[in-house]
């Protein structure tokens, strides 16, 4: 079982950021995926969800409208999609499974 981030990296605030996050070795379709961040000193925060089997998403009130989820099955897996980034998105993004099954993480530094 294994959940895999890409894509974070540095840039400038009012860019974009699609980071990826490749799931496999699950058995059953699982219940939903989210991307979690924690910034420095900060606790962590769920950013976005979507739930597998109906596509039904969700958004953190502080990125609404500045970011999109959504999965391509055939990959096994899920997107997300940042723009107008600020310097407060800065963090260290996760992919999470049914809350159990965490990814290593991947950076976004935006300054």
């Known amino acids: 079982v294994q959940l895999v981030e890409s894509g974070g990296g540095s840039v400038q605030a009012g860019g974009s950021v699609r980071l990826s996050c490749v799931t496999s070795?699950?058995?059953?379709?699982?219940?939903?995926v989210a991307w979690i961040r924690q910034a420095p000193g900060k606790g962590r925060e769920g950013v976005a969800s979507?739930?597998?089997?109906?596509?039904?998403?969700y958004y953190a009130d502080s990125v609404k409208g500045r970011v999109a989820i959504w999965q391509d099955n055939a990959k096994n897996t899920v997107y997300l999609q940042m723009n107008s980034l600020k310097p407060e998105d800065t963090a260290v993004f996760f992919c999470?499974?049914?809350?159990?099954?965490w990814g290593q993480g991947t950076q976004v530094t935006v300054s």
């Open positions: 999470v499974r049914d809350a159990g099954y």
């Open positions: 070795g699950f058995t059953e379709s699982g219940n939903y």
């Open positions: 979507i739930y597998t089997g109906t596509d039904r998403t």
